[in-house]
T-cell receptor, first 113, second 117 residues
């Protein structure tokens, strides 16, 4: 069965520091992995997609890595800001999961001013 | 671009009644839409995959007769919660994937907060 775990339910960091969130999966061989941001009472918003043959992807202050051997993705936010406070979700996609998307447990990030 | 509209944003209904939730892709076509349920401080639980012009595919443990899904066009999917009970109270979120674009991410609506009294 699908199992996608994200590190610590909640993460608090100081403004300006780098936040690192972890996504671990089992029983999968996803073709790609995605990260989403969700604010309270809202639907998730797509942030980044990384393919299985890509080691790293960047977008502004965001960086995602994908290690298919470890079955793990790391999501980094550099120079974090209070506005980055939200819940971040990883999602698995690709031929081995059919057309569906399955989401991780989510990590609630709070950036303290 | 890639806007998904979900309506209503919240609804309160009495036990035993049915509630319909609409999910529209406003500026793109979506052969496939997904319906999720989310409990407080928990992740998204996939309920079913809605396919335009064919039957929805339900996840294990989701009652298809209770959660009726209709995907009548390339831009509209509806979820009807039939004979709602208080335990059906939850946050329901739909999402759509742009047709014909490989690796297309999901575009989500803003959810529907259902409260059954």
């Amino acid at each position: 069965s699908q199992k996608i775990e994200q590190n610590s339910e909640a993460l608090n960091i100081q403004e300006g520091k780098t936040a690192t969130l972890t996504c671990n999966y089992t029983n999968y061989s996803p073709a790609y992995l995605q990260w989403y941001r969700q604010d309270p009472g809202r639907g998730p918003v797509f942030l980044l997609l990384i393919r299985e043959n890509e080691k790293e992807k960047r977008k502004e202050r965001l960086k995602v890595t994908f290690d298919t051997t470890l079955k793990q993705s790391l999501f980094h936010i550099t120079a974090s800001q209070p506005a980055d406070s939200a819940t971040y979700l990883c999602a698995l996609d690709g031929p081995n999961t059919g057309n569906q998307f399955y989401f991780g447990t989510g990590t609630s990030l709070t950036v303290i001013p | 671009g890639a806007v998904v509209s979900q309506h209503p944003s919240w609804v309160i209904c009495k036990s035993g009644t049915s509630v319909k939730i609409e999910c529209r892709s406003l500026d793109f076509q979506a052969t496939t839409m997904f319906w999720y349920r989310q409990f407080p401080k928990q992740s998204l639980m996939l309920m079913a995959t809605s396919n335009e012009g064919s039957k929805a595919t339900y996840e294990q443990g989701v009652e298809k007769d209770k959660f009726l899904i209709n995907h009548a066009s390339l831009t509209l999917s509806t979820l009807t919660v039939t004979s709602a009970h208080p335990e059906d109270s939850s946050f329901y979120i739909c999402s759509a994937r742009r047709t014909g674009v490989y690796n297309s991410p999901l575009h989500f609506g803003n959810g529907t907060r259902l409260t059954v009294t």
